[in-house]
């Protein structure tokens, strides 16, 4: 039985997604599961520096150049069930990763046989970052309250959309069919990506049939880091609802993480383990987080009396 694969993106910088995957990955560890940490911000890999271990000496450019399997480079941690595979490049420039390359890399994610994978993307929304995030059984985005960090999320999310759409129409004789439609979307009336997923289902039964399938089978989650107040609570359930009305795709809510002074106070202390030294609200926050991550489940919706609009 192949892994559970989560990613965890969002474009900005510094909304924690390093944190967030560190932090799930080492509870999972801490309940009894098999997991593999892959630090996929190629060419600015930390999670090693995060997780307080030394730099492993075989990363993925040991994948890439040396043709080494993924399972071979994986090192273990100090925490037991974790392992580590950094994201480091050294001689290939992360733009300069082919398509096949990519997907060969999939394909060994797919095929590693934990409980869980938690992959950390880089910031961004290049193809690398792109394509990983849709690899994914559980793509989760993460926020910081602030409105630039959350159009980063709404950004990225219609990118990553955008790019499952033109892989799909590629893969049915259709290559650039997504982008011509789109720079031509005021004659159609196409004002999101949903507006341009519906126009193209009306190609034929059965590409509707298959677009369906393929976006229903999405599923996106939010999380929201740094929640300093009670109005920080609206937020999630709001940036889910916006994903669902102008995406078109399935999302959740899958939990908020407190700001927490001390939390950046560890960072750069030497203590080891990281998150087992922090506060215990940050720690159960991370735990209730993954516990919806598993069981497919979301934080009740509160009421919301308005909603962001987002095209």
Request: proline content about 3%; charged content about 20%.
């Given at each position: 039985?192949?892994?559970?694969?989560?990613?965890?993106?969002?474009?900005?910088?510094?909304?924690?997604?390093?944190?967030?995957?560190?932090?799930?990955?080492?509870?999972?560890?801490?309940?009894?599961?098999?997991?593999?940490?892959?630090?996929?911000?190629?060419?600015?890999?930390?999670?090693?520096?995060?997780?307080?271990?030394?730099?492993?000496?075989?990363?993925?450019?040991?994948?890439?150049?040396?043709?080494?399997?993924?399972?071979?480079?994986?090192?273990?941690?100090?925490?037991?069930?974790?392992?580590?595979?950094?994201?480091?490049?050294?001689?290939?420039?992360?733009?300069?990763?082919?398509?096949?390359?990519?997907?060969?890399?999939?394909?060994?994610?797919?095929?590693?046989?934990?409980?869980?994978?938690?992959?950390?993307?880089?910031?961004?929304?290049?193809?690398?970052?792109?394509?990983?995030?849709?690899?994914?059984?559980?793509?989760?985005?993460?926020?910081?309250?602030?409105?630039?960090?959350?159009?980063?999320?709404?950004?990225?999310?219609?990118?990553?959309?955008?790019?499952?759409?033109?892989?799909?129409?590629?893969?049915?004789?259709?290559?650039?069919?997504?982008?011509?439609?789109?720079?031509?979307?005021?004659?159609?009336?196409?004002?999101?990506?949903?507006?341009?997923?519906?126009?193209?289902?009306?190609?034929?039964?059965?590409?509707?049939?298959?677009?369906?399938?393929e976006f229903s089978q999405l599923n996106i989650y939010v999380v929201v880091n740094q929640v300093r107040h009670t109005p920080h609570n609206h937020i999630g359930p709001s940036v889910?609802?916006?994903?669902?009305?102008?995406?078109?795709?399935?999302?959740?809510?899958?939990?908020?993480?407190?700001?927490?002074?001390?939390?950046?106070?560890?960072?750069?202390?030497?203590?080891?383990?990281?998150?087992?030294?922090?506060?215990?609200?940050?720690?159960?926050?991370?735990?209730?987080?993954?516990?919806?991550?598993?069981?497919?489940?979301?934080?009740?919706?509160?009421d919301i009396s308005t909603e962001a609009r987002y095209e």
């Amino acid at each position: 039985m192949s892994a559970e694969i989560w990613a965890i993106g969002g474009g900005k910088g510094g909304t924690g997604k390093s944190f967030l995957a560190s932090g799930l990955a080492m509870y999972l560890a801490g309940i009894g599961k098999k997991v593999t940490l892959i630090d996929a911000d190629l060419g600015g890999a930390n999670l090693h520096s995060i997780i307080k271990m030394e730099k492993p000496a075989a990363t993925l450019s040991d994948f890439f150049e040396r043709k080494v399997s993924l399972e071979s480079i994986s090192q273990e941690t100090a925490i037991p069930n974790l392992r580590l595979v950094i994201g480091d490049i050294r001689t290939l420039s992360p733009d300069t990763i082919k398509y096949g390359q990519r997907v060969k890399l999939y394909r060994h994610i797919r095929n590693m046989t934990d409980d869980y994978v938690v992959i950390d993307l880089g910031a961004g929304s290049g193809l690398n970052t792109l394509d990983t995030f849709l690899l994914a059984d559980k793509m989760i985005t993460i926020t910081v309250p602030e409105i630039t960090s959350i159009d980063n999320l709404y950004h990225f999310l219609k990118k990553a959309l955008f790019r499952k759409l033109n892989v799909f129409l590629a893969d049915h004789h259709l290559k650039d069919a997504a982008k011509n439609t789109w720079r031509t979307r005021d004659e159609n009336d196409i004002r999101t990506i949903k507006h341009l997923v519906d126009h193209f289902k009306t190609i034929s039964p059965e590409v509707c049939a298959m677009l369906d399938s393929e976006f229903s089978q999405l599923n996106i989650y939010v999380v929201v880091n740094q929640v300093r107040h009670t109005p920080h609570n609206h937020i999630g359930p709001s940036v889910k609802s916006v994903i669902m009305k102008y995406f078109g795709v399935p999302a959740h809510y899958a939990g908020s993480i407190s700001y927490d002074n001390s939390l950046w106070k560890y960072m750069d202390s030497g203590e080891p383990y990281f998150g087992l030294t922090s506060t215990a609200t940050i720690m159960e926050e991370v735990g209730n987080i993954a516990w919806n991550l598993m069981e497919n489940k979301q934080v009740k919706l509160l009421d919301i009396s308005t909603e962001a609009r987002y095209e």
